[in-house]
């Protein structure tokens, strides 16, 4: 959210703001777009140099992003730059990247007062460079589960984007358009960012604080309230699975309509879609997570390694320890 002392605009004989974006190998090329994009259009529209930015790759050679556009670099990781911000756009799988001179270099570009953001994995990747800690931030919501596993003491939040002092984060797709009106509203005004979001079809400027994914209902394709509350707690304990009759409870029914409503909506038992949710959390912390087989069993509420490794296998036809293998590495959002 964007702190509410700051949509102050800045004066017309003001330096262009310096933006660099540092592009992590298999970054997602949309939310870099929708980041760079309103910058280009505040441009145009304001009928002068605002922004302008440059391109950071960890080696200087062009990076290449999830589908495989290549983007071009300025410069390298650990270049002397004269920066006013600095988004870290990245995607795939963050949990993997590991390169310390460019953690180096974000820590380097913190202290001298540049303001540091990510997008969309981005912020894993602060968060392994420490420049995170005593910040509220967001992150993509496929990612958050594995993050927090890694690093539960730090203020994760579920939203939208963050604007915190020096810090922001977006969680990705097309949510930096949102941040960026939010940005371009306190540099600039609010009359430009409205015009920016018209520039982009933007019917509806969304908030920070709203939700990343969709509700329930639209996700699903269901109406019914009762069982859309029951779905809701299940996704909310994976670690402690619910009992049965807990859940019915919840719904104000008999465990008997429970079991039909699961069938009638889900083509599936109340049992099956809770194993399904618990084994697909257990898929992405084996991704993006260096914890142990055990550790992603406990995590997700099976009692052993051994049976949460048949449960796999027969869901995903291969054993758990095959997912750490980098050809099974996701290059999605």
Request: contains cysteine.
């Given at each position: 959210?964007?702190?509410?002392?700051t949509n102050?605009p800045d004066s017309?004989?003001s330096?262009?703001t310096?933006?660099?974006?540092l592009l992590?190998?298999?970054?997602?090329?949309?939310?870099?777009?929708?980041?760079?994009?309103p910058?280009?259009?505040?441009?145009i529209l304001?009928?002068?140099?605002l922004y302008r930015?440059s391109?950071v790759?960890?080696?200087g050679?062009?990076?290449k992003?999830s589908?495989g556009?290549?983007?071009?670099?300025d410069?390298a990781?650990?270049a002397?730059?004269r920066l006013?911000?600095?988004?870290v756009?990245?995607?795939?799988?963050p949990a993997l990247?590991q390169?310390?001179p460019?953690?180096?270099?974000?820590r380097?570009?913190a202290?001298r007062?540049?303001?540091?953001g990510?997008v969309s994995?981005g912020p894993?990747v602060?968060?392994?460079a420490?420049?995170?800690?005593?910040?509220?931030?967001?992150i993509?919501?496929?990612h958050?589960?594995a993050?927090?596993?890694e690093?539960p003491?730090?203020d994760?939040?579920r939203?939208?984007y963050e604007?915190?002092?020096?810090?922001l984060?977006?969680?990705?797709?097309t949510?930096p358009?949102?941040?960026?009106?939010?940005?371009?509203?306190?540099?600039h005004g609010?009359?430009l960012a409205?015009a920016?979001?018209?520039?982009f079809l933007?019917?509806q400027v969304?908030?920070?604080?709203?939700p990343?994914?969709m509700?329930?209902r639209?996700?699903?394709?269901?109406?019914h309230e009762?069982?859309?509350?029951?779905i809701g707690?299940m996704?909310q304990?994976?670690e402690?699975p619910?009992?049965?009759?807990?859940l019915a409870r919840?719904?104000?029914?008999?465990?008997?309509?429970?079991?039909r409503?699961f069938?009638?909506?889900?083509?599936r038992?109340?049992?099956e879609h809770?194993?399904a949710?618990?084994?697909?959390?257990g898929?992405?912390?084996?991704?993006?997570?260096?914890l142990?087989?055990?550790?992603v069993?406990?995590a997700c509420?099976f009692?052993?390694?051994s049976?949460?490794s048949?449960?796999?296998?027969?869901?995903?036809?291969?054993?758990?320890r095959s997912e750490r293998l980098?050809?099974?590495?996701?290059a999605?959002r």
């Amino acid at each position: 959210m964007l702190d509410s002392d700051t949509n102050v605009p800045d004066s017309d004989n003001s330096a262009p703001t310096h933006v660099g974006f540092l592009l992590i190998p298999d970054f997602a090329l949309l939310p870099y777009a929708s980041s760079i994009e309103p910058l280009r259009a505040a441009n145009i529209l304001s009928g002068r140099e605002l922004y302008r930015w440059s391109h950071v790759s960890i080696d200087g050679n062009p990076a290449k992003a999830s589908n495989g556009v290549a983007i071009a670099a300025d410069a390298a990781a650990g270049a002397e730059l004269r920066l006013d911000y600095l988004l870290v756009c990245a995607g795939g799988n963050p949990a993997l990247f590991q390169h310390p001179p460019t953690f180096s270099w974000l820590r380097q570009q913190a202290r001298r007062g540049v303001r540091i953001g990510g997008v969309s994995g981005g912020p894993y990747v602060l968060a392994r460079a420490n420049v995170l800690t005593g910040y509220r931030f967001t992150i993509h919501w496929e990612h958050a589960e594995a993050f927090l596993e890694e690093y539960p003491d730090l203020d994760l939040r579920r939203s939208l984007y963050e604007i915190d002092r020096d810090r922001l984060t977006c969680s990705g797709g097309t949510a930096p358009l949102d941040m960026m009106h939010a940005l371009i509203a306190r540099e600039h005004g609010s009359g430009l960012a409205l015009a920016v979001s018209e520039w982009f079809l933007q019917t509806q400027v969304r908030e920070g604080t709203d939700p990343q994914r969709m509700k329930l209902r639209a996700r699903l394709g269901i109406a019914h309230e009762p069982l859309l509350r029951v779905i809701g707690r299940m996704e909310q304990t994976l670690e402690n699975p619910e009992p049965r009759e807990a859940l019915a409870r919840l719904a104000d029914i008999s465990l008997r309509q429970l079991e039909r409503l699961f069938r009638q909506h889900l083509g599936r038992s109340l049992g099956e879609h809770y194993l399904a949710l618990r084994l697909d959390r257990g898929r992405d912390l084996l991704r993006q997570t260096s914890l142990s087989v055990l550790e992603v069993a406990l995590a997700c509420g099976f009692a052993s390694a051994s049976h949460f490794s048949r449960r796999y296998r027969a869901r995903f036809g291969h054993p758990p320890r095959s997912e750490r293998l980098p050809a099974r590495s996701s290059a999605r959002r």
